[in-house]
């Protein structure tokens, strides 16, 4: 599910990051303690090779990912796809995955969709997958009304879009939409299908699986091909393969930026540390404290709460994220200006990639 999101306008030392976790803790929130254990999220670390992550050493770490981003790319992507196909064919294990994600157009102007899509095609052990994904104009979340109005135009939408990558891929998925939402459903037996990243009016995602792990090679080529001019960038995502696994991979594009994203265990007082490795190439991210905004905001819906610190370029951010608005939009944003005691930003995150 998309989130609503808030950022700070100002940055933040990290001296300030931990008064800010006094002031949240005086209005009776439970921010993490200085010397709390936290799980940190690292993104877009751009490296020079993928030996760069031993900087992280001293710190444990899960689900590292490699992350190939090839961009201005205007060549044949089934023989990209094929490429990194056959080498984790030759490396697979029940913990490598791989996946390459390219943007697609729909062809329609929509009023409540972005033009530009994404799909992915991935190769997990002894299985495949393809997933598409649309992007909303907007952000709206389950239990939210305030676009009712358009529910017909939403539906009608995002029906037209499914059906016309479903025929591109020609894939057995069956499109459905009552006065309410849209539904998908295949009527294979053979292969466990997803439908995900929900919002009020149904689905905006949907992975389809497949034993044969060729199945999805010339589909996703031509998907691929219908889109217009160079893509910004495409994507390939490596995780579980060893170092010397990564250093055979990297030989397949001579072009293209390495950048890595996993999660860190460390204490809340090690993040100053920990951005620093990063060397002003990357962006990392920790929970401060989660809460439910009837605990202090007792007007209006109540909606689950997340604030946390963005770190970036040896400077912080404080975020807020909620899972629905529980008052109106101008008034959720004044809320969280009151409660922070800063100038805050709506800065929805991007879908893709």
Known sequence: MREHRWVTLSSFTFNEVIQMTQRLRAVGLNPADPEKDVISYIEEWTVDNPQDIRVLDPWPLEDITLIHVLENWNDDFFLLAGQYHTLVQQYQSVNTYCSLCHP????????????????????????????????????????????????????????????????????????????????????????????????????????????????????????????????????????????????????????????????VHSVLNELPELLTCLDQHGRLYSTLCEFQTSSVLPMGQDAAAIIGVVGSHNTFHIEVRLNRYPVNHEETTQWLESLLGTPMKYAPLSAFP
């Not at 358009?150 to 009552?178: G, H, K, T, Y």
């Not at 990243?197 to 389809?208: H, I, M, R, S, T």
């Not at 490596?238 to 293209?256: R, V």
Request: net charge negative; with cysteine; hydrophobic share 40%.
């Open 104 to 263: 697609w157009t729909i062809e329609e102007h929509m009023v409540t969709l972005l033009q530009d899509a994404m799909f992915w095609i991935g190769f997990r052990h002894a299985h495949a997958f393809i997933r598409t994904r649309l992007h909303t104009t907007e952000i709206v979340a389950p239990g939210e009304t305030w676009a009712d109005h358009q529910r017909p135009m939403w539906l009608a939408e995002r029906q037209a879009a499914f059906r016309s990558v479903v025929n591109i891929l020609d894939i057995p998925i069956d499109i459905m939409s009552n006065d309410q939402y849209i539904t998908l459903q295949t009527p294979r037996s053979d292969t466990p299908f997803f439908c995900s990243w929900p919002d009020a009016f149904g689905p905006c995602q949907f992975e389809l699986n497949s034993p044969d792990v060729f199945e999805f090679l010339v589909p996703a080529s031509q998907l691929a091909a219908m889109y217009p001019g160079r893509p910004k960038s495409v994507r390939a995502y490596l995780t579980g393969f060893s170092e010397d696994q990564l250093i055979d991979f990297d030989s397949l594009e001579a072009s293209k930026r390495l950048i890595y994203r996993c999660s």
